[in-house]
């Protein structure tokens, strides 16, 4: 069988407003493109905040032919074999941290993953907005009360509220958690060095993938790990201000097929 020239290239795309756009429409020219990366051998996966849950219903648009990088990095799930390859989960201290957490910020909502269930403490706008786009519910509980071990955990507020409480869990328990933004109203924690960086990586060397043939675009904070493992960090326009202030090599937005476009910039290297 003749080789194809993506043979040996690793494409690794985030998902919302990277690849998917808000609307909910998937760029026509973005599924052609992926299919014609992976007809010339190239292996595309999806590296998504979300989790398994909330990631299945948009499988079919994703057309992936790898392990996906899941809640953050905490997870690389095999949808073809329909199994969980690695998972790193919270440490157990996560709900105490958060009940103390949140006396000092009464405005957050959170947003906690244990498994297939989602769990939910003092719901706001933002919360509401979220579930909804992805496409689940959720049962309200008590910090406390929600079984344990979770994947991720996620505060919803605005991003001015956010701040502070992200430097407060980086001083006071930088050891344990990453708390990094997915978006201005979204603050994601997974467990110390569960990130989308360190997962493509470990996707890659489990695929037998050189460093200089990974490639990854994102749009957001919590892509910035991934990007600096990219031979070349890609960002649709519509990244926000840190990414491009960081220096991502900028594609058309999200809705005008950011993703068709890297890939033809693929096309030229190879």
Same mark, same amino acid.
């Given at each position: 069988?003749?080789?194809?020239?993506?043979?040996g290239?690793?494409?690794a795309?985030?998902?919302?407003?990277? $690849?998917? +756009?808000?609307?909910?429409?998937? +760029?026509?020219?973005n599924?052609?493109?992926? #299919?014609? =990366?992976?007809a010339?051998?190239?292996? =595309?996966?999806?590296?998504?905040?979300?989790?398994? %849950?909330?990631?299945? +219903?948009?499988?079919a648009?994703?057309?992936?032919?790898?392990?996906?990088?899941?809640?953050?990095?905490?997870?690389? $799930?095999?949808?073809?074999?329909d199994?969980?390859?690695?998972?790193t989960?919270? +440490?157990?201290?996560?709900?105490?941290?958060?009940?103390?957490?949140l006396?000092?910020h009464?405005?957050?909502?959170?947003?906690?993953?244990?498994? #297939?269930?989602?769990?939910?403490?003092n719901?706001?706008?933002?919360?509401?907005?979220?579930?909804?786009?992805?496409?689940?519910?959720?049962?309200?509980?008590?910090?406390?009360?929600m079984?344990?071990?979770? *994947?991720?955990?996620?505060?919803h507020? #605005?991003?001015?509220?956010?701040?502070p409480?992200?430097?407060?869990?980086?001083?006071?328990?930088?050891e344990? $958690?990453?708390?990094?933004?997915s978006?201005?109203?979204?603050l994601?924690?997974?467990a110390?060095?569960?990130?989308?960086? *360190?997962?493509?990586?470990e996707?890659?060397? %489990?695929?037998?993938? %050189? %460093?200089?043939?990974?490639y990854?675009?994102?749009?957001?904070?919590?892509?910035?790990?991934?990007l600096?493992?990219s031979?070349?960090p890609?960002?649709?326009?519509?990244?926000?201000?840190?990414?491009k202030?960081?220096g991502?090599?900028?594609?058309?937005?999200?809705?005008?097929?950011?993703?068709?476009?890297?890939?033809?910039e693929?096309?030229?290297? $190879?």
């Open positions: 069988m003749a080789l194809g020239k993506f043979d290239v690793l494409l795309t985030d998902f919302d407003d990277t $690849y998917f +756009p808000e609307s909910g429409i998937l +760029p026509r020219e599924l052609e493109a992926v #299919e014609y =990366f992976k010339q051998g190239g292996i =595309f996966t999806i590296s998504t905040g979300r989790a398994h %849950r909330t990631f299945f +219903p948009f499988l648009q994703a057309s992936v032919n790898a392990p996906v990088i899941l809640s953050n990095g905490a997870q690389l $799930y095999d949808f073809a074999k199994e969980m390859v690695l998972e989960t919270l +440490p157990s201290t996560i709900a105490q941290d958060l009940v103390s957490l006396e000092q009464p405005q957050l909502s959170l947003e906690a993953y244990h498994g #297939e269930d989602v769990y939910i403490w719901p706001n706008k933002w919360t509401w907005h979220h579930l909804k786009k992805a496409k689940t519910d959720a049962a309200e509980c008590p910090v406390l009360e079984p344990q071990p979770w *994947g991720k955990a996620i505060l507020q #605005e991003q001015e509220l956010l701040l409480a992200q430097a407060d869990i980086l001083r006071l328990w930088g344990r $958690y990453e708390a990094i933004f978006n201005s109203h979204m994601e924690l997974t110390k060095g569960a990130t989308k960086g *360190g997962m493509v990586l996707l890659a060397r %489990r695929l037998g993938i %050189r %460093r200089e043939h990974i990854c675009a994102g749009d957001n904070q919590n892509d910035l790990p991934m600096s493992v031979a070349i890609f960002a649709p326009a519509n990244c926000a201000r840190e990414v202030d960081w991502a090599k900028l594609l058309p937005t999200c809705e005008e097929g950011a993703i068709a476009a890297l890939i033809g693929l096309d030229k290297l $190879y």
